[in-house]
């Protein structure tokens, strides 16, 4: 069994406990990554010789003392859309194709303090701008449980190396569920923590009130430990929170006894699939057999958040987009006439159609005349949401829903109906637009074997009872891997597109 099999946490106590190296654990995640990158291509870029480095780094620190936590000399892969200083960061877009940044994401910072040893930089959707990691300039994604479907998205990259066992961990951004969906599609767990928990400096933006990092892992506990690490009050971060506690494995109990779950029927109506309906009420009756109580109630304003969510993502994106102009850095176009030219030129040739189509958007609800009647509309849709949410708490400590309404679709096919490919994120971007915690947890599979995710969402700052119930839902079943070993992977695979 290869290393990268271990979860996280378990691969840590064999590297201090020294039963592995630090250097063998990362020379075992890039050999992973290379018998099973040619069909997967969960990377946009590996980079052998600073992990390489890095591990004799953390191996010397571990050695003296000096890194003693459970996540020391673990490998890990990152979002290709927080900075890495020295690292290529490219967010999947022709036009950052060669930016090297000066400085690391402060998450990314706080990872590497706790001993974590990045092996690389995961693929997404063009500036996390979509649901299935097809939006790539650099090829899509396959998602390992079946090759011939998406991994999600946009974090689809960070969730694939995870299920295919190329790394021990990674992180995933999520602006409208990107770090849900995806987990949900590639039977791995993934948490969106309550927004301003994790600093966004450093994070490339996409839209900046709904943006917050988090981890993919194979377990609840790795998911507690790893934003244990990179969870800090960050005073270049303006929209950071400076908490109480940041002790989140104190939450992994088998004991919901008494946990109230509310199940939205607005989330449980027309458009989901069957069998993921059936495996995330399977969720509900495990949980009430441990104790806690499920009651069925209305959530409302569900209807609205979709196109309340694309309203305000795509100005936010309109305006965060517009720096990449050419000029500073990134791309610029080869050949132009003036100033204007050259704006217009780098802008239309680096970026992807699905990202142009969001610019666009925004543009056009930001723009005098129509401000008003969709930009405002759609931030008091917001508040109202929040609102709903706030009601559902009174009443309940935690939500219960899909993570997504089907299994993984195919390839191909939500790219050729972009409305289709919106209202794929029904169940997740409500979290968002709140600003609340969800996590994302594997409960069965369905007829062809795909991987169904449940998603529990929980009041602000109260990622504790959520990790709770999740732990003590993951005790009752055992983990099940991706079926697919590294001969399969050579067999069914074809190049990446």
């Known amino acids: 069994m290869s290393l990268m099999s271990l979860t996280a946490v378990e691969l840590g106590k ?16 890039l050999a992973q990554a290379e018998a099973k990158e040619s069909s997967v291509h969960a990377y946009v870029s590996l980079n052998p010789d600073y992990a390489l480095e890095r591990a004799e780094q953390v191996q010397k620190q571990i050695a003296d003392g000096t890194l003693t936590g459970p996540l ?6 990152i979002k290709d859309n927080m900075c890495t200083k020295g690292i290529k960061t490219t967010c999947s877009s022709r036009i950052l194709e060669n930016f090297v940044p000066p400085y690391s994401a402060q998450a990314v910072e706080n990872l590497e303090r706790a001993g974590a040893v990045i092996i690389g930089k995961t693929n997404m959707d063009e500036f996390a701008m979509g ?19 998406v991994p999600g998205g946009s974090s689809g990259g960070s ?64 998911c507690a430990a790893v934003l244990e690490a990179i969870a800090s009050y960050d005073p270049k971060d303006s929209t950071s929170v400076k908490r109480d ?29 069957p069998e993921v309906k059936e495996a995330v009420l399977h969720v509900a009756r495990v949980l009430e057999e441990k104790g806690a109580v499920a009651e069925e109630f209305d959530l409302s304003l569900v209807q609205y958040a979709i196109p309340a969510y694309y309203v305000i993502a795509s100005a936010e994106a309109s305006s965060n987009l517009a720096r990449f102009d050419g000029v500073k850095y990134g791309y610029r176009t080869a050949e132009y006439t003036d100033l204007h030219n050259m704006y217009k030129k780098t802008r239309s040739e680096g970026f992807g159609p699905e990202v142009k189509r969001r610019i666009m958007l925004g543009s056009f609800v930001l723009s005098s005349g129509y401000y008003d009647a969709y930009y405002l509309k759609a931030l008091r849709t917001k508040a109202l949401i929040k609102q709903a949410f706030d009601r559902a708490f009174e009443r309940f400590d935690m939500i ?48 062809s074997g795909l991987p169904i995710g449940a998603q529990l969402i929980g009041n602000c700052f109260e990622e504790k009872k959520i990790l709770r119930a999740a732990y003590a839902f993951e005790q009752s079943k055992e983990y099940i891997r ?6 399969d992977f050579s067999k069914q695979g074809g190049e990446e597109e």
Request: net charge negative; with cysteine.
């Open 482 to 487: 991706c079926p697919l070993s590294a001969a």
């Open 14 to 29: 064999k590297i201090r406990a020294g039963e592995v190296s630090v250097t063998e654990a990362v020379k075992e995640a």
């Open 159 to 222: 969730c694939a190396a995870v299920a295919a066992e190329e790394v021990s961990f990674s992180l995933g951004s999520d602006t409208g569920g990107s770090i849900r969906q995806p987990s949900s599609f590639c039977g791995v767990t993934g948490i969106k923590p309550t927004y301003g928990t994790v600093s966004r400096y450093g994070l490339i933006a996409y839209g900046s009130s709904l943006d917050q990092i988090g981890p993919v892992a194979k377990d609840v506990t790795d």
């Open 400 to 447: 219960l829903a899909p993570a997504a309404p089907t299994t993984a679709p195919k390839l191909g096919e939500s790219l050729s109906d972009p409305i289709q490919m919106y209202l794929g994120d029904i169940y997740t971007i409500s979290v968002n637009l709140a600003g609340l915690p969800g996590i994302t947890v594997p409960c069965g599979t369905d007829h």
């Open 245 to 273: 506690s940041y002790d989140f494995t104190g939450a992994l109990q088998d004991d919901v006894k008494g946990l109230r779950i509310g199940i939205p029927r607005d989330y449980f109506g027309e458009g989901l699939n």
């Open 72 to 77: 020391a000399g673990v490998p890990v892969a």
């Open 131 to 149: 649901s299935t990691t097809e939006t790539s300039a650099f090829g899509v994604t396959r998602n390992p449980w079946n090759l011939e479907h």
